[in-house]
């Protein structure tokens, strides 16, 4: 077999501490593209734009998440 035909050579090989999945979203509310239009750009004001704390709160709500090492405030 080669290894295009052999399904164990296509797996790339697994570090031993790999154990989850990390991953990381991007949360806008809607009208944020004014900000990265090409023609009439503006700002986004302070008030439109989602904070960490906003952000932690929607994800446990909408999926019943949990948050590891979570440090609210700490930038």
């Known amino acids: 077999m ?12 697994r570090a031993p501490f790999e154990t989850g ?6 949360l ?3 009208g944020y593209r004014v900000s990265r239009r090409r023609r009439i750009k503006n ?4 008030q ?3 904070t960490k704390d906003e952000a932690m709160k929607w994800f446990q709500t909408k ?3 949990v948050i590891l090492n979570k ?4 930038m």
Do not use: I
Not at 2 to 13: E, I, K
Not at 21 to 26: N, Q, R, T
Not at 43 to 46: D, I, L
């Open 28 to 30: 806008e509310r809607p």
């Open 48 to 50: 439109h734009r989602v």
């Open 63 to 65: 999926y019943d998440g």
């Open 21 to 26: 999945m990390d991953f990381y979203v991007v």
């Open 71 to 74: 440090e609210v405030g700490a």
């Open 43 to 46: 700002k986004v004001g302070c």
């Open 2 to 13: 080669d290894q295009w035909t052999d399904p164990m050579r296509r797996m790339p090989p």
